[in-house]
């Protein structure tokens, strides 16, 4: 339990204009693809974030000379000096990205021992296509005290992944950027972050082209040198903000965006009623009259992402009428609508569908955030509701947005961190 929560005064619409934060999903693979590098790197547009601080406590544990400048949001690492190939289990609990220490450090080091990752609990979540990937390449893999433990010179394969996997895609890319030869990944995921991941390291040398299409082809090098590099915007943290203004009828700005990869978004808001334009990195968000329910299934990129699933689905409480949404990435990430229904919230859940009736008001209620985008999503409840929420275990929502609080008291809204009881 969190010694402190979440209070929130509800019926303030946003206004104003804000900022977005780098990715997170981008930065947990950018500081372990550094691993590959033979010289400082410098990463600009790191959000100071939990999982961010776990990853440079790992990079530390191995050897890896790291400062980390949170105003600047800029962290510098120098890893020459990494002594070690392992990364106990009470480092990769910590967070569900230390898997890509696997590709990294089979990457660098042609040997990985790597505890078994944690994250969030929103279903199942098996890692055997990474495995697949490391075995195509040539690693060897067993089991042992807790650990994971690839060993192997690795040489180009082509590997082709049963399922989109963001993940996967990511970690065989790591392994493959400085194998031997020539890599194909078909059937590879398609999101914002795979494609950061890749221009960070073409940019310190690498030589992978097609990232963004679903096939990604791989040419081994022998060095990747040192440079900066600059992760993008947060789509997820983006998106969250985009709901909580069109949650509160607010009227907000927000800056430092890529639209387009809020396009999936913007579309169900657009049907939904809410007004949404947007010129350069700007996004605006408005709201003239109440929401219209909708039907919604979560998809691979380009389609609507499961991490907006459920900002997106505490909104649809309130939308005048009966809306479905379809989770079809994950097996259990339905865990906030059940503590909305203490806030008067109209939920049926069958399976990965949620069946939501719009209720005219939300009531403030003490409610437990049990994973990073399900307590975002209770932030928005908050919002919305009338009168004042509580939300406990508010941690897991500073593992991956950063100073959420005040970016939205900042635009008006009223939430405030109080000690727990
Ligand atoms: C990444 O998780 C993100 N995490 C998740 O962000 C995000 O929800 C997910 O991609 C989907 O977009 C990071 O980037 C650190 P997947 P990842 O591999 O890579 C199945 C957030 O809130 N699968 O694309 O773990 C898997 O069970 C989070 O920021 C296998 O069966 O997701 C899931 O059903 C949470 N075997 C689906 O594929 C595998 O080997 C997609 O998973 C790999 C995945």
Not at 39 to 67: C, F, M, Q, T, Y
Not at 347 to 376: F, M
Request: glycine share 10%.
């Amino acid at each position: 339990m969190d010694q402190y929560k979440l209070v929130i005064q509800g019926e303030r619409p946003l206004s104003g204009e804000t900022y977005v934060s780098g990715g997170k999903n981008t930065s947990v693979a950018v500081i372990p693809a550094v691993l590959l590098c033979d010289d400082v790197v410098v990463i600009e547009n790191l959000p100071d974030i939990e999982d961010v601080r776990v990853l440079r406590r790992i990079l530390e544990h191995l050897g890896a000379k790291v400062s980390f400048d949170a105003e600047q949001s800029r962290m510098t690492i120098d890893p020459r000096s990494v002594n070690t190939c392992e990364v106990p289990f009470q480092y990769s609990q910590q967070m569900r990205a230390s898997y890509y220490l696997m590709g990294a450090l089979l990457g660098r080091c042609g040997e990985a021992n790597v505890g078994y990752p944690g994250g969030c609990d929103i279903g199942s979540r098996p890692i055997d296509q990474h495995i697949k990937g490391f075995s195509m390449l040539g690693a060897e893999i067993e089991e042992c005290g807790g650990l994971m433990r690839f060993k192997g010179k690795l040489s180009g394969s082509v590997i082709n992944f049963d399922m989109s996997t963001v993940g996967g895609t990511i970690n065989v890319m790591l392994a493959a950027v400085k194998a031997r030869g020539y890599t194909v990944l078909n059937n590879a995921a398609r999101e914002p972050h795979v494609v950061d991941l890749a221009n960070f390291l073409n940019s310190m040398g690498a030589n992978i082209k097609g990232a963004g299409t679903d096939t990604i082809r791989i040419r081994g090098v022998d060095r990747l040198h040192g440079g900066s590099y600059t992760v993008i915007p947060d789509q997820i943290e983006t998106g969250t903000l985009m709901i909580a203004a069109a949650a509160t009828r607010g009227d907000i700005a927000i800056h430092g965006t890529i639209p387009t990869h809020m396009d999936a978004l913007t579309a169900k808001l657009l049907e939904m009623g809410v007004s949404v334009s947007s010129a350069d990195d700007v996004i605006w968000v408005r709201v003239k009259r109440g929401h219209r329910a909708i039907r919604l299934t979560t998809q691979v990129y380009p389609g609507f992402p499961t991490d907006l699933q459920q900002p997106m689905s505490a909104l649809l409480c309130r939308a005048g009428g009966r809306s479905e949404v379809n989770e079809t990435i994950y097996d259990n990430r339905f865990k906030h609508l059940d503590e909305m229904r203490r806030m008067g919230a109209k939920v049926t859940i069958s399976g990965r569908t949620a069946y939501i009736e719009g209720v005219p008001q939300l009531r403030g209620a003490p409610v437990s955030a049990t994973d990073l985008r399900g307590g975002a999503a209770l932030v928005i409840a908050g919002l919305m509701a009338t009168g004042v929420t509580e939300i406990y275990n508010p941690s897991f929502i500073a593992r991956g947005y950063e100073h959420l609080e005040q970016k939205l008291c900042s635009l008006g809204a009223d939430v405030r961190r109080e000690e727990a009881e």
